[in-house]
Each structure stands twice: as structure tokens, then as C-alpha cells.
Nanobody, 122 residues
Framework: VQLQASGGGLVQAGDSLGLSCAASGHTERRYTMAWFRQPPGKQRELVACIIYTGGTTYADSVKGRFTISTDNARNTVYLYVDSLKSEDTGVYYC?????????????????WGQGTQVTVSS
């Protein structure tokens, strides 16, 4: 599976942004899809994930502000980010895990997109 992320950019605090991740390859298989981010100087962290059956999980820091979703064909995963804060700055990665029934840790994701930069200025 190949993943291509897009949609990052430079925004102001309080703005909204939509990220997309297009999947190609063996998309007929079941996957959990997720968004991770890596803030400057920090480790990569899980932001949100959506399991194959549609259940979602969010990091506490983004609950109520971020929304993860997929299209009907499950070929594209979206992350809508609202009320952005400076601490949301980082490189955002999409990832796919064959553990489609749960939201696993980063080590369980086999496929990664190239990352898209989100910079929030205050």
C-alpha cells in the first residue's frame, strides 16, 4: 500500500485545515488508518485513528477539535483539524495497519505516507 498525504500549510491559531491521505495498492484489504504527528524536537505521536468498521480514537489533546474520516471506498483518509493551536505544529503522517480491528501503537503500522507539514502561528 502506498500512502500520499497532502493538505498541510502555514495557518493562524484558531484556523481550520483539512488533510488528506490517498491510498493505492492493496486497498481491498482491511486496514486501520491513522494520523500521527511529530512536533519539532519531539517524538511522533498518535493523533487519531479509524478502524475498518468505522470506530475512531483520538489523542486527548485533539478531542473535540480533530475529526478523522474515510471515503466510502476507504481509499482516502481525512483529518479535519479545527481551532488550531501553536502546539499542533508538526509533520503529520498518515499510516495503515493490518490490525484493522483496533487502534494499535505506531510500531504496528506497516505503511506510512511521506508527511505533510502543518505550522500554526500564534
Amino acid at each position: 500500500v502506498q500512502l500520499q498525504a497532502s493538505g498541510g500549510g502555514l495557518v493562524q491559531a484558531g484556523d481550520s485545515l483539512g488533510l488528506s491521505c490517498a491510498a493505492s495498492g492493496h486497498t481491498e484489504r482491511r486496514y486501520t488508518m491513522a494520523w500521527f504527528r511529530q512536533p519539532p524536537g519531539k517524538q511522533r505521536e498518535l493523533v487519531a485513528c479509524i478502524i475498518y468498521t468505522g470506530g475512531t480514537t483520538y489523542a486527548d489533546s485533539v478531542k473535540g477539535r480533530f475529526t478523522i474520516s474515510t471515503d466510502n471506498a476507504r481509499n482516502t483518509v481525512y483529518l479535519y483539524v479545527d481551532s488550531l493551536k501553536s502546539e499542533d505544529t508538526g509533520v503529520y503522517y498518515c499510516a495503515a495497519s493490518p490490525r484493522w480491528y483496533e487502534c494499535p501503537s505506531s510500531a504496528m503500522y506497516e505503511y506510512w505516507g511521506q508527511g505533510t507539514q502543518v505550522t500554526v502561528s500564534s
